[in-house]
């Protein structure tokens, strides 16, 4: 048993002072406010928000960080270089990048990701022996790091509407949906039994690179339970090609396919209309924003506002790792609004910290993101009396703070990191230089 006192907490949508929360197991126990700390108590000194949920990675995309915008460019040749990154891992080299990657979310307050996962084979597309190697690589890094992962196992079958995988992709797909629905099993299958705290989830590319008939299958037979998730609408080209090749948006094909539920995250989410915001809304499905990555890649603005009128969660991810902070994705949620309205507060501080935590809980397909009985420990302290935050209404710190006024980082209730440093790992620039150094 553990007991945590904190000053201040974020206690379902708001503030509470005097908090104290115990934990047994690495879940909550008991949560209580208006106390006083006792001697048996951890202090913790700051603002105490829920561990944050990031709910879209590609941990590999972290490699072209500080490396894209030289000759500008748009998201297709961006892609380009990231293709030829993916050609250069194996199993050792993804597990390094991978660990440093998950230190670097770690010590900045994310506690739970969902890493959306294709690079199965090796480059020539044999799969390895013994399999899953890329996918075990993936699950150590988690461990190492002790982040909650959520391993998103990925179809992706073509290169466009009716059109074969290129050269840079063939370690990416498999022969066919009763392929991947088969190996998706397998490695279910053995995640259970040497790896039972990862989740292991399913993803669909994106409309483009599952062909029709895959995604039918798909919609008839992947486990209902599981999470699933897809690249929705990330650009224009996708929209158009979608409606030429099946007269359909990419929201109309997903829900003719059987795969428009609950259970769906669509990512991006950015080029939208107003019958696929209102079909997202109906089904109650979680919208993952990444708007870091969205302004790093000139995607555009998503409808966030419109989706959550009309019913859908919205969570936040980090993407392409442009950068890595929990904090600024939730603003630049807000931000994004206010420049596409040019009105402030289209999002309140509540909405912006549910983003961050509690609302990427289906996405992860696990109970995160709450200070709350029954739900893990997993905590993030933020300073509040930083050159960032001095002076801050405590309920109003995300929209002032960074990842660097983060001091304490706790997943079920074991610290994780400590003022920008992993507690195990140690510095995180010199984890992913080293991951990084050929």
């Known amino acids: 048993m553990t007991s945590f006192w904190a000053p201040r907490a974020w206690i379902g949508d708001a503030v509470a002072d005097g908090v104290r929360v115990t934990a047994s197991e690495g879940l909550i126990t008991s949560v209580e406010t208006e106390t006083v700390p006792d001697t048996a108590d951890e202090r913790l000194r700051g603002l105490v928000l829920p561990g944050a949920v990031n709910a879209h990675s590609h941990a590999f995309h972290r490699l072209l960080r500080g490396r894209t915008h030289g000759d500008g460019g748009s998201f297709w040749t961006w892609r380009e270089l990231m293709y030829r990154e993916a050609g250069r891992l194996d199993p050792a080299s993804y597990e390094r990048v991978a660990t440093g990657v998950y230190a670097e979310m770690v010590a900045a307050g994310w506690t739970t990701v969902a890493e959306f996962h294709y690079m199965h084979h090796a480059p020539d597309a044999r799969p390895y022996d013994p399999p899953h190697a890329m996918e075990r690589a993936l699950a150590r890094a988690a461990r190492a790091s002790g982040i909650r992962l959520t391993l998103l196992d990925t179809c992706y079958l073509s290169s466009g509407f009716g059109a074969p995988l290129e050269a840079a992709q063939r370690r990416f797909g498999d022969t066919d949906a009763a392929t991947w629905l088969a190996r998706l099993a397998a490695l279910r299958d053995v995640f259970a039994a040497e790896h039972p705290e990862v989740v292991v989830g399913a993803a669909v590319h994106s409309v483009r690179a599952v062909p029709v008939e895959a995604l039918e299958r798909i919609g008839?037979?992947?486990?209902?339970?599981?999470?699933?998730?897809?690249?929705?609408?990330?650009?224009?080209?996708?929209?158009?090609?979608?409606?030429?090749a099946t007269g359909l948006t990419p929201t109309g094909l997903l829900a003719r396919s059987g795969l428009l539920s609950s259970r769906l995250s669509a990512v991006h989410a950015t080029h939208l209309t107003d019958d696929d915001v209102a079909a997202l809304g109906d089904a109650r499905a979680t919208i993952v924003m990444c708007p870091t990555t969205e302004a790093d890649l000139g995607d555009g603005v998503g409808p966030a506002r419109r989706l959550a009128d009309a019913g859908a969660r919205l969570a936040l991810g980090t993407d392409q790792h442009a950068v890595v902070d929990p904090l600024l994705e939730a603003r630049a949620l807000e931000h994004g609004e206010r420049l596409a309205s040019g009105r402030r507060g289209r999002f309140s501080?509540?909405?912006?910290?549910?983003?961050?935590?509690?609302?990427?809980?289906?996405?992860?397909?696990?109970?995160?993101g709450r200070i709350a009985v029954g739900e893990p420990c997993d905590l993030l302290v933020v300073d509040e009396t930083s050159a960032r935050t001095v002076g801050s209404d405590p309920?109003?710190?995300?929209?002032?703070?960074?990842?660097?006024?983060v001091t304490r980082v706790i997943i079920g209730g074991h610290e994780r990191a400590v003022g920008g440093a992993h507690a195990t790992l140690g510095d995180v620039g010199d984890l992913l230089r080293k991951a990084m150094t050929p």
Do not use: K, M, W, Y
């Open 395 to 405: 309920g109003q710190l995300v929209l002032s703070a960074t990842a660097h006024d």
């Open 220 to 244: 008839a037979e992947l486990d209902p339970a599981i999470p699933l998730h897809v690249h929705l609408s990330e650009q224009p080209g996708e929209n158009a090609a979608c409606l030429e």
């Open 349 to 368: 501080p509540a909405e912006l910290v549910a983003a961050l935590t509690r609302g990427g809980a289906a996405a992860v397909g696990r109970p995160v």
